[in-house]
């Protein structure tokens, strides 16, 4: 989405969208990694009871996601529905939260003069009553995950809350952030539930179901309480 004059930064060039009841569907092609809504400085986005299918990426073609969030702030994804989504590797988030930090982090914006790299962060993201069945889980080094970003910057005031996840390498995992609440969801059969790479992330997990996690619930820089853990 992209709805501003070149160069246009902070949260101003996009506002005010409902995208509601559509299917973004990427064809299963495996040339090339497929992203299939994204959205720069933007702000109050609602994107509600949408289907994202038939998407792909992988380590030797480059990062993709269904859903890339960067550099805005008020974003609600609620309702919707992940599927058939083939990712793979470190990077390739179902939903990625970022920043506008550098030109590789917003590749849609292919020239200069229509991107502006001003390093601003996502702030105040929620997902919420979403279900992502994702097909492969075996080992951490395949990378994948619900939502998260493997980013630079320290993105905001994230909640993930009220979903079902299924079969991704990581529930939901951010590189760096500040203020992550992932509450009331079912994580099954991940490899690894909720991981955060920062100190003083003020990151909790409350009241989560996770069934087969293999290796952990959530790292020690995450704050749980009242998540049951079966299998």
């Not at 289907?51 to 994804?77: K, L, M, R």
């Amino acid at each position: 989405m992209r709805n501003y004059y070149a160069g246009q930064g902070g949260y101003d060039a996009t506002e005010n969208v409902v995208i509601e009841g559509l299917t973004f569907d990427g064809g299963a092609q495996e040339d090339a990694p497929t992203a299939l809504l994204t959205c720069c400085h933007s702000r109050d986005i609602l994107f509600r009871n949408c289907t994202f299918q038939n998407g792909y990426s992988h380590t030797d073609i480059g990062s993709g996601h269904d859903i890339e969030v960067n550099s805005s702030a008020n974003v609600n994804i609620s309702w919707c529905k992940f599927r058939n989504n083939r990712r793979w590797g470190y990077g390739s988030e179902i939903i990625q939260v970022d920043g506008a930090y550098m030109e590789g982090a917003y590749p849609w914006a292919p020239d200069e003069g229509e991107r502006n790299d001003d390093d601003t962060v996502s702030d105040g993201v929620t997902v919420s009553w979403c279900v992502f069945d994702g097909i492969a889980r075996e080992t951490l080094a395949l990378g994948n995950s619900f939502v998260g970003s493997h980013g630079l910057v320290t993105n905001k005031n994230i909640v993930v809350e009220h979903c079902f996840i299924r079969n991704a390498c990581y529930g939901i995992i951010f590189n760096s952030v500040e203020g992550l609440v992932v509450r009331d969801n079912i994580i099954w059969d991940t490899a690894a539930g909720i991981m955060v790479g920062n100190d003083n992330a003020n990151a909790t997990a409350l009241s989560n179901i996770f069934y087969g996690t293999m290796q952990g619930v959530y790292n020690s820089k995450v704050v749980g309480q009242g998540n049951v853990l079966n299998g």
